[in-house]
């Protein structure tokens, strides 16, 4: 499936995953497409910052659906 | 092992599965009716005070909507610590463990920040509130320790409003021209929001009121080609700084933003990252001072709003023992974690007993990739400074 990559310019990046992909394995495919390095990626997905947990959590966990969209801050944020 | 959600009947990890179900009893967002009311609320409360004539400038509205911001915010509720506060506390508990483990070649010496009051997340905030908690400790400090900062926050209200009003506050930063791309993440609109904010959203907060934020940034030195200012670089620009997290990307052709490198602040083939980061805390709160007699001294320091992704917390001090024969320093933090109870920490400060385990955090636990500190400058800044300050920038550390 597909999912959509808005970073902080509005430029849009598309990104092929599984159900299975970690979220650090999308971080990688981010950077393909992107340049922009696995730890200074944050991302954003329905309001919700998405975490890389130990152990690898994936799309299915975070409940992400083909078209899905993601936006991607370069600024560190919490909560 | 995996367990099953009693709501949707999904079946996730046992690590994910009380966040998962607990989200089906979140709201993502605040009432949007409740937030587009107070809109209109300070839109008439600021028409009250326009004058009549159609002409008048955007500037003349900014000052109306503070006027009017200044009467609506509302004072944040927090529980007071007794016995001169929690720094106060911590100073003895400091000062006792110096007697009870002074060892023949061990030198310890603790610097803190002054008056700082805990504001501890509530069952409101919960899970997105630890920024703007922050934001009230160094506002708590600023008004008790710095008579300029007092006569400008908040319209010189005298106190630390709550998140709501914070959020307000921070809005009217933005449209006052405060971190434009940063604002742009949120749409320029915070109020009744959920969403986690940083060192950023900090700084354009109290930037706009004039004070002189600064924020620091610590990166692996694996990322040094990410940085347009590395030193040495062909094409490192010698002193401009850009904002905080916008990184060169390389890319075909492409050109990228920089900031400032402070070239001199590590060495990390000879220091671990973590020490790092600590020696650059002890720096900031000994004013760089070589030599520091042992003890316990409250400093004129602020505390330092302390980010990572996921959370932030406030650094209130640092502690450093001069160990052995070689006098290896060993540094620990000291913080305040907006996720601990206050009444748990003055209770463990007043009792001599566990309070270790709520303030002290060796360099073994700074795990995270990238860190982020914000410190705030003495003076006020205006005219060409203040508007400077709208841009946000940051000092790049090699972490």
Known sequence: ???????????????????????????TKIYDATGMENAYQYLEHRGKIVLEVHGGTTMDDYKIKACDIFHMSDRMRGG | ???????????????????HVNSHFEDDEINPQIETDHHLALQLASDDHSSDD???????????????????QTKSQFYSVGHG?????????????????????????????GFVDHFQSS????????????????????????????????????????????????ELAWN?????????????????????????????????????????????????????????SAIAPKVKSYGPMDRYMVKKGGSGKGKAVDSHSSNSSRISKGAVLMEWVWNYFSDNRLSVSSGVHITN??????????????????????????????YNLLILDPADFTRAIEIALIEKRGWEGYLKRGAHTLKCPEYQMLYVDNGIADGEELEKLKTIDSHFVEF
């Open chain 2, 54 to 72: 159609p002409s008048s400038s955007s500037s003349a509205s900014s000052s109306n909507n503070v006027a009017s911001l200044v009467q609506l």
């Open chain 1, 1 to 27: 499936m597909q999912v959509f990559i808005i970073d902080e310019d509005g430029k849009k990046y598309c990104v092929e995953v599984e159900k299975t992909t970690t979220i650090a394995d999308m971080k």
């Open chain 2, 123 to 170: 069952k409101e905030d919960k899970g997105w509130g630890c920024g703007w908690k922050n934001i009230q400790m160094q506002c708590s400090h600023l008004l008790s320790h710095r008579e300029e900062a007092k006569r400008v926050l908040f319209g010189g209200s005298n106190f630390v409003p709550d998140i709501p009003s914070l959020q307000r506050w921070l």
């Open chain 2, 301 to 330: 320091k602020g505390p330092l709003y302390f980010q990572h992704e996921g959370h932030s917390r406030t650094i209130v001090g640092v502690q450093r023992r001069l160990q052995g024969t070689t006098f290896t320093p060993q």
């Open chain 2, 176 to 232: 006052k021209g405060f971190d434009v791309s940063g604002a742009l993440h949120f749409d320029n609109r915070i109020c009744g929001s959920k969403r986690w904010i940083g060192t950023t959203e900090c700084a354009a907060l109290l930037r706009s009121f004039g004070l002189k934020a600064r924020i620091v940034d610590f990166a692996p030195e694996k990322s040094k080609s990410m940085y347009l200012s590395v030193p040495g």
């Open chain 2, 1 to 19: 092992m995996s367990a099953l959600c009693p709501v949707c009947n999904l079946t996730l990890p046992l690590s994910l599965i009380q966040s």
């Open chain 2, 85 to 113: 506060g929690l720094i106060c506390l911590l100073r003895n508990c400091l000062e006792s463990e110096l007697k009870l483990k002074s060892k023949p070649l061990e030198c310890s010496t603790s610097l803190l920040s």
